[in-house]
């Protein structure tokens, strides 16, 4: 399988918790004024890659205590989405994905549901500039939330991530 990528960085601190492999998604429907990842957005640009390629930098890359998917929005490309997220966790890889929609949204979506069911947190919303907040852990804007994957799916609701 292919996907549309931005661009990865092997070690992060900044994208999650603990060392953190990144993979930015190309595309972004939301096109939130002054996100931190402008050149994401453009769903013509981008390079296509093989995932399974990708997994391989991942999985041969030391020192890792997770992955974070960002973008872009992961989201537009579900299917990679839920391949990278599920050929990571059984590393013992945390995964944490980063989108424009709400997990309420997420909830009641077959296709977005299915991409998440490997993810462990997400930071869900849009960022809002005039929101924008260097005090809240991980997240951009103070909209935005923390998610406890598997609780919500498990629940069928939005159950916020406890630090």
Known sequence: MEMKLA????????????????VFFQGCPHQCPGCQ???????REGTIVNIE??????????????????????LMQPEACAEIAAAVRPMGLNVWLYT????????????????V?????????????TLRSETCLWRGSSNQRLIDV???LEKNETVEYMI
């Open 7 to 22: 661009g990865e960085i092997k070690h992060s601190l900044v994208n999650g918790p603990g060392i953190r492999y990144v």
């Open 37 to 43: 990842n402008p050149e994401t957005h453009d769903f």
């Open 53 to 74: 390629g990708l997994i391989a930098r991942i999985s041969g890359t030391k020192y890792l205590d997770g992955v974070t998917l960002s973008g872009g929005d992961p």
């Open 100 to 115: 424009g929609w709400t997990m309420d949204d997420i909830l009641v979506d077959p296709v977005k549901r299915a991409a």
């Open 117 to 129: 069911r490997d993810v462990n947190v997400i930071v869900d919303g849009r960022f809002i500039q």
């Open 150 to 152: 598997q609780k919500s």
